[in-house]
């Protein structure tokens, strides 16, 4: 059976050993004394592991010698303590079976040198070929299964939310509509209209824009559960921190109020950086070398320090008394934008921050409704480098009170019933928060543009690959 390079690099394959490798070319370089060197990566780590061939193989002139960037090889050999610098360990190759071949070798798209992004983003699935997007898949991959790893060290349930929707979690409008029309014979009323009556789920459907009304339902039976599955927001993702489809992590905690959701917004934040930090050292290192200096110090300086929190009134008063100027002025009653999170986070506090009780007019309807009545329970965890992280709230339990609001908004209540009903079976205080994915990854990478934080990026425009 074949070895993984990450295996044959760290040491766990004892040197003299005969190993097989199985990846693809990143370089090969001929030297005068009869051999070549291939570098081989098959996803497993950073570094790509040395092949030396030597001329006696038998296929060295008519295969090896041909071999070009991104031809598949299968090579076999005796794993020695490597002289040159770089790596600890070599293979010596007795064999180098060439699996596929590059077509035509001047047009592979991934080539030895440094693409742009912009680039890289149209070759989407070659990208993984690249050091860059190698490591991003790695660290994305450690980053998912940690939040896994803290909710079940918590005894939490991860519930699997639909995807397929007939509510709007954020009243946001921003849904993708389902069609399963047949759009060369769309059924029609007799006004003319599509009759959607006829749809196959007999009623309009969506792309689910959050799973938190479902996982409430689900906290109100199981106590601490969590989502974490893709969500669909048809907005002007046009940005760098908006994709149009991402992934998010939602927990949702019974018998918990809003400083309970931001001790476990902090704890767990830190618990992922942790593991990546832990997990994925040389790709960690790779960031830092090349995306962004600062990488691994800032996730190091964030597990740390306690993260700073302030009211949201009083945020607004600090970046009012900052003799900045900011693009949109801040003011009681306005959303935060991200220059106004980014001066918290990287000029005043030089912290994370967690802003607590935002106006009720620029939330949800869900959340929970202050004594006042000017202000829900709401908060966002906002990191230094890229604004908002998590969103999240104490949810509204109040049977009355979630109507009247509802009723305020111009809500549909019939189609909500559902989730008012768990108001009036056995509600009990509860809270829970919203954490993008990729915006995490992108701010663990440094990876400065989220489409460079997932593998097949969703804006609007594109949908390729
Ligand atoms: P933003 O202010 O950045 O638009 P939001 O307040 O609209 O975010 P929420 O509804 O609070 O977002 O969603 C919870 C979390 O999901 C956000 O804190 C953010 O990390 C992430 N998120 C929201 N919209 C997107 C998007 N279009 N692409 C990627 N991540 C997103
Ligand atoms: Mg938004
Ligand atoms: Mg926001
Ligand atoms: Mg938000």
Known sequence: AASSIKHCLAGDVPAGSTVTVQGWVRTRRDSKAGFSFLTVSDGSCFDPIQVVA????????????????????????????????????????????????????????????????????????????????????????????AIHRFFHERGYYWINTPIITGSDAEGAGNMFRVSTLDMANLPRTDAGDIDFGKDFFGRETFLTVSGQLNVEAYCLSMSNVYTFGPTFRAENSNTTRHLAEFWMVEPEVAFADLDDLANLAETFLKYVFEAVLAECPDDMAFFAQRIEPTAIERLESVIKAPFVRVDYAEAIEILQASGKTFEYSPEWGLDLQTEHERYLTEVHFKAPVIVLNYPTEIKAFYMRLSDDERTVAA????????????????????????????????????????????????????????LGFERLVSYITGMSNIRDAIPYPRVPGRADF
Not at 380 to 401: F, K
Request: glycine share 10%.
């Open 54 to 145: 030597r001329a006696e193989l038998d296929n060295y002139a008519s295969e090896i010698q041909k071999l070009s960037p991104g031809c598949s090889v299968r090579c076999t050999g005796e794993l020695v303590e490597s002289r040159g610098r770089g790596q600890a360990f070599e293979i010596q190759a007795d064999s180098v079976e060439v699996m596929g071949w590059v077509e035509d070798p001047d047009t592979y798209p991934i080539q030895p040198k440094q693409h742009s992004f912009e680039f890289l983003r149209d070759v989407g699935h070659l990208r993984p070929r690249t050091n860059t997007f190698g490591a991003v898949t790695r660290v994305r991959n450690a980053a998912a299964h």
């Open 379 to 434: 908060m966002d965890v906002l990191a230094p480098g890229i604004g908002e992280i998590i969103g999240g709230a104490q949810r509204e339990e109040r049977l009355d009170v979630l109507e009247r609001r509802m009723d305020e908004l111009g809500l549909d209540k019939e189609g909500y019933d559902w989730y008012i009903d768990l108001r009036r079976y056995g509600t009990v205080p509860h809270a829970g928060f919203g």
